[in-house]
């Protein structure tokens, strides 16, 4: 692989039960860092919320678009994807958050297990060229893996 390639894919390293950072900064950008905490879930019927930290020399980087991406497991290891995207805050932190939670997310046949957070900017920003950044984590309901098949949500009772 080429350094050139090494820019125009985002990477992410495997590293035990979170997924460590990996920029493509093969020279001529500036280093911009996402991170990610585990999720755990108490309710796959509640609300999820996902959170990225976008900094760029160390302090938080508002304003720019960070995608995020909930990871689906299915039937003999097929993979899928819900995507949405977010802009940071002040803080550098982009939110997303699904009314429908871990339930909603996890369609027939699929089970959600993680998710990942990307900044991939096309264009400069603020006049300067920024490296692609990625990262990711496990989302676990209770004390373990989420359910498959957990939608739809309960009907109300009473």
Same mark, same amino acid.
């Given at each position: 692989?080429?350094?050139?390639?090494?820019?125009?894919? *985002?990477?992410? +390293?495997?590293?035990?039960?979170?997924? $460590?950072?990996?920029?493509?900064?093969?020279?001529?950008?500036?280093?911009?860092?996402?991170? +990610?905490?585990?999720?755990?879930?108490?309710? +796959?019927?509640?609300?999820?919320?996902?959170?990225?930290?976008?900094?760029?020399?160390?302090? *938080?980087? *508002?304003?720019?678009?960070?995608?995020?991406? $909930?990871?689906?497991?299915?039937?003999?290891?097929?993979? =899928?994807?819900?995507? @949405?995207?977010?802009v940071?805050?002040?803080?550098? $932190?982009?939110? +997303?958050?699904?009314?429908?939670g $871990?339930?909603?997310?996890?369609?027939? =046949?699929?089970?959600?297990?993680?998710?990942?957070?990307?900044?991939? *900017?096309?264009?400069?920003?603020?006049?300067?060229?920024?490296?692609?950044s990625?990262? =990711?984590?496990?989302?676990?309901?209770?004390?373990?893996?989420?359910?498959?098949?957990? @939608?739809?949500?309960?009907?109300?009772?009473?």
């Open positions: 692989m080429t350094m050139g390639r090494l820019r125009a894919a *985002p990477l992410v +390293v495997l590293l035990g039960a979170l997924l $460590v950072p990996v920029a493509g900064c093969g020279g001529g950008c500036t280093k911009a860092r996402l991170t +990610v905490e585990p999720v755990r879930v108490s309710d +796959v019927h509640a609300p999820l919320t996902l959170r990225a930290r976008l900094t760029r020399d160390g302090r *938080p980087f *508002p304003g720019a678009k960070v995608k995020m991406a $909930v990871s689906l497991l299915g039937a003999e290891d097929a993979r =899928g994807e819900a995507r @949405f995207t977010a940071t805050d002040a803080d550098g $932190v982009a939110t +997303v958050t699904r009314p429908e $871990v339930a909603g997310l996890s369609v027939p =046949g699929r089970q959600v297990t993680g998710y990942g957070a990307y900044f991939q *900017p096309w264009r400069d920003i603020d006049g300067r060229t920024y490296c692609w990625s990262v =990711g984590a496990r989302i676990t309901c209770g004390d373990g893996s989420c359910p498959r098949d957990s @939608f739809p949500a309960p009907s109300p009772t009473g």
